[in-house]
Structure formats: C-alpha cells, structure tokens
C-alpha cells in the first residue's frame, strides 16, 4: 500500500501525472498489491474549485391528484335500462284507502277447485271448518281475536293447498294453536288436540258410550276408574304421537305458507272506533222520533237533542248488529278479497240499516262512512 504522504500527492498532481503515481506506487510495495492498490483508488478530481451551480427557486409541491376510477372492461349492454327520472319537486298526491289486501285472492284458481272440487264444496268446506273452528276456541276459552286470527290463517293456507291434501281439522288445529300465540293466550299442546279431535269425532262419540257403557259399569264395580275419558286420545298411545307430529308439521306448513306475516287486522277496532265516530258527531238518528225526554233526563242541549238513554242505546244496537256481521264474513274468504277497514265500514252500513237509523241533514252514507257505492 501507499504511503500517506503519496495520497496527498496524488491530489495535487495532474491527470498526466497518474502513470508516473503508478511506477512511484511499484517501487514502494509488494509486486502482487501493486495493481489492486492503483486500480481500488478512484480517480482524482479536477483541478480548481467546482464550478458552482446556481440553486433553482423552490416550488411548492403539486396537489395529489386523485386517481380517475378504474373504468370497466366489461361494454354497456346494447338494451340498458335508461337512469331513473329526477324526482320532481310537486309532493306526491296523497293515497287512497287500500281496497286489497296484498294477499291476492282468486276464486278461480284455488287448488282444491284444480283437484276436483266444486265452488259450492269449497265453500261449504271453508264455512264447516270455521264452525268447528269456533266451538273449539270457545272450549279452550280463547279470546275472540284469538279465533278470528285463526280463522284468517286457515282461509290464507288453504288459499295455496288443496282440500284433499291435508285433513283441515287438522289444519284447523294447527291455525289455532299458532294463533293462541300470537295473541298472547297460548295454550298447552295436548290440551289443543285433544279438544279438537273430541270435538271432530262427537257425532261418534255417543256411539262410543253406548258401547262402552257397559265396560265402564264393570270397571266401576271392579273398584278402577276408567284410564281414558271418553272420547279423548290416550297421551301415551301412538295414535296420539303420530297426530301431535302432523299437527306440529302443519304448523310450520302454515308460517311458510302465509310468509310468516302474522300481524293481523281484523274489522272489530276499525268498527267500533266508526260507530263511536257518528255518535259523537251527532251524524245518525233513529227513523222513529224517540219518546220525549222527562225532566230528569233533559238537559241544556234542547229537545233536538236525543237523550243519553237513547244514544247508549243505539251505540249497543250498532256494535252489536256490525260484531255479528263481522263475525259472520269471517267465515268467507273476504279477509282475503278486502282489507279489514273496508269490511269493518260495510258491517257498519248493514248495521245502520238494520237499526233502522239515518244520517242526519240529509246527508248520504257514503259522505259518512268516506266509502264509494258501487
């Protein structure tokens, strides 16, 4: 290696100067260093200062620009659907009362008429179960809305099933069992299928206790109680399980039928709050002239005025004649057809009509009861 003192010579020395630094460089080291140590050095600078370059003016950084979205290789469809219209600024016109309830119902195309049934037997097969409907809710001490959300769910699954394809007391069964929950007033399971099948097989039943007259005579002075009540299922029989198990597939049967929609309307609210309605607003009158009122009755009102006694009267009359109606169409397919308002102002105007009361001033029904006659 170099001598410190030959460095700082080479800086000062020449590009002419570098083969003579070489042969000096030999003459001081060992001949195998020799090249390693030239050829290692890197090359001497210019002579003279560094010429100086003038600093450019700063800048300030340019803005981040955003990258433009990643556009699509995919060509637009040659049919695409044109943007959707700007909403304008005019409100929308208010809506009018709903007529038909979202679950669409055509007479025509029910299942049971496709698989072999009449109209009539449809019919006559929807009014029986309805019945029986109401005599077992009434044996299990439900409460009226209870019966008719029964009563609904029956008519909407048997509005997608056919009558021969599933036993409808045993639909009707599972429409009460799951409507019992719903209105908050559920009832034990076994307590369910036996009311219902004690109830399907009576017209049996005194037929049974006939025949099993004597066995429970004999039974009785043997000093042992008969083990089943007549008419009802043994619990720990198979007949009983296989009935509680087709009972409990019906019941998921109904909620997937109906799309598991069960907030229900019925027509009694609806009903109650329009007869209540008139009333107040001194809208309807009896036909007859009621019967003077006595001086303890009458008040600062005037003689026009009909007296307490007589509007009770005629709001008992009204609930109880629209009620009976109500009750009535549930046992149709109209909760099907109609939304539970629209049936609630018909069973008030048959009401009306029944009671033998009119609008007073001269006014029409439909004014009152916001209803279109068709």
């Not at 309805?130 to 699954?157: D, N, S």
């Not at 018909?346 to 001033?361: G, Q």
């Amino acid at each position: 290696r170099t001598h410190p003192t030959d460095t700082t010579n080479t800086s000062l020395l020449g590009a002419s100067s570098i083969p003579a630094l070489a042969t000096h460089t030999h003459t001081h080291t060992h001949p195998s260093l020799a090249y390693t140590s030239v050829m290692s050095q890197p090359p001497p600078p210019p002579s003279g200062p560094p010429p100086s370059r003038p600093n450019p003016p700063s800048r300030p950084p340019p803005p981040r620009s955003q990258p433009p979205p990643p556009r699509s290789s995919r060509p637009p469809p040659p049919n695409a659907a044109p943007p959707p219209p700007k909403p304008s600024s005019q409100p929308p016109p208010p809506p009018g009362p709903p007529r038909r309830v979202p679950h669409a119902f055509d007479e025509s195309q029910l299942p049971s008429l496709r698989h072999g049934l009449t109209t009539a037997q449809e019919r006559d097969k929807r009014r029986r179960t309805c019945r029986f409907i109401e005599e077992a809710g009434r044996v299990l001490k439900l409460p009226r809305v209870a019966v008719a959300t029964a009563m609904v769910l029956f008519h909407r699954f048997y509005a997608k099933h056919s009558f021969t394809e599933h036993d409808r007391f045993e639909a009707a069964a599972a429409a009460l069992l799951l409507a019992a929950k719903t209105e908050e007033s559920p009832k034990k399971l076994t307590h369910v299928i036996q009311e219902c099948h004690r109830l399907k097989n009576r017209g049996l039943q005194k037929q049974k206790e006939v025949m099993a007259g004597a066995a429970a005579t004999a039974a009785a002075a043997a000093g042992r109680n008969s083990p089943v009540p007549i008419g009802y299922l043994d619990t720990k029989g198979e007949e009983f399980a296989k009935l509680k198990d087709r009972i409990l597939l019906l019941e998921r049967v109904i909620l997937h039928t109906i799309g598991f929609e069960l907030s229900i309307d019925h027509p009694y609210k609806f009903l109650v709050e329009q007869v209540k309605k008139m009333l107040v607003a001194r809208q309807v009158e009896y036909i007859t002239p009621p019967p003077p009122p006595s001086s303890s009755t009458s008040t600062a009102a005037g003689p026009s005025s009909s007296p307490p006694s007589n509007m009770a009267k005629m709001t008992n009359e009204l609930v109880q004649y629209a009620m009976n109606f109500a009750n009535d169409s549930m046992h149709t397919s109209l909760c099907l057809q109609f939304n539970a308002k629209t049936i609630a102002l018909a069973c008030v105007y048959m009401s009306v009509k029944f009671t033998k009361v009119r609008p007073t001033e001269g006014k029409m029904w439909s004014d009152i009861l916001g209803i279109e006659m068709e």
